[in-house]
Nanobody, 123 residues
């Protein structure tokens, strides 16, 4: 089983920045998705940003232009740079990895998830 360990969360004021890191164990799938999700209290978990091995990235509309996802494949680490943070970005942020096939990223059926790192943005 893939192990995912997130770090980098914290408390910042609106307009501030954070960089989240996710270190994963070696993955056996040659084509896979790697991404960041977040879940605020009482809300569903949503995908914030993801990348498919080979480079295709995808961002939620609410974070486009503010967040940047980037992998360091040599270090098996995925980063999420959060700029211009807003109070509505407050949530637990989770890293996940899943195989990719003709159905897309198989987050639900085959995803491996970390324990999460808390991001709190105050106004």
């Amino acid at each position: 089983q893939v192990q995912m360990v997130e770090s980098g969360g914290g408390s910042v004021q609106a307009g501030g920045s954070l960089r989240l890191s996710c270190t994963a164990s070696t993955y056996t799938y040659s084509k896979y998705c790697w991404g960041w999700f977040r879940q605020a209290p009482g809300q569903e978990r949503i995908r914030v940003a993801s990348i498919v091995s080979g480079g295709s990235t995808n961002y939620a509309d609410s974070v486009k232009g503010r967040f940047t996802i980037s992998p360091d494949n040599a270090e098996n680490t995925l980063y999420l740079l959060l700029n211009s943070l807003k109070p509505e970005d407050t949530a637990m942020y989770y890293c996940a990895r899943a195989p990719y096939n003709y159905l897309g990223c198989r987050w639900t059926a085959f995803g491996d998830w970390g324990q999460g790192t808390q991001v709190t943005v105050s106004s």
